[in-house]
C-alpha cells in the first residue's frame, strides 16, 4: 500500500487548506486512515482519524473545532479540512493507513502500518 499526501503549503493565520491523502494501489481492504503530525523538537501529534464507513471520526484536542475529515472510498481518497489554522498548526502533516481497520482509539500511531511522504504546511503571517 502506498499512500500519497498533498496540498500543503504556506498560509496565514485564519486560512483554510485542504489536505489529500491518496491510496495508489488497489486494495480491497476496509482501512482506517488517520492524520499525524510532526514538527522540530515535538512529539508526534494524532490530528484526525477516520474509519471505513465514515461512522467514527476523532480528533485531536488540539484541532477539535476546526479541523473536518472526510472520506471518498470510491476514489480511495481521504480529506483534511484545516480551517481557521494558527501558526502553532505549521508541521509536516502525515497520511496514515491502518490495514485491520480498527474503529478505536485512532490516536494510536502504533495501530497504522502504512505511512505517507508527508506534507509541509507553514501558518505565518
Known amino acids: 500500500v502506498q499512500l500519497q499526501a498533498s496540498g500543503g503549503g504556506l498560509v496565514r493565520p485564519g486560512d483554510s487548506l485542504r489536505l489529500v491523502c491518496a491510496v495508489t494501489?488497489?486494495?480491497?481492504?476496509?482501512?482506517?486512515l488517520g492524520w499525524f503530525r510532526e514538527s522540530p523538537g515535538k512529539a508526534r501529534e494524532f490530528v484526525a482519524g477516520?474509519?471505513?464507513?465514515?461512522?467514527?471520526?476523532d480528533y485531536g484536542r488540539a484541532v477539535k473545532g476546526r479541523f473536518t475529515i472526510s472520506r471518498d472510498n470510491s476514489k480511495k481518497m481521504t480529506y483534511l479540512q484545516m480551517d481557521n489554522l494558527k501558526p502553532e498548526d505549521s508541521a509536516t502533516y502525515y497520511c496514515?493507513?491502518?490495514?485491520?481497520?480498527?474503529?478505536?482509539?485512532?490516536?494510536?500511531?502504533?495501530?497504522?502500518?502504512?505511512w505517507g511522504q508527508g506534507t509541509q504546511v507553514t501558518v505565518s503571517s
Open positions: 494501489e488497489n486494495t480491497s481492504r476496509r482501512y482506517t
Open positions: 496514515a493507513f491502518d490495514t485491520i481497520g480498527r474503529s478505536m482509539n485512532l490516536y494510536n500511531d502504533w495501530q497504522y502500518d502504512h
Open positions: 477516520i474509519n471505513w464507513g465514515g461512522d467514527t471520526r
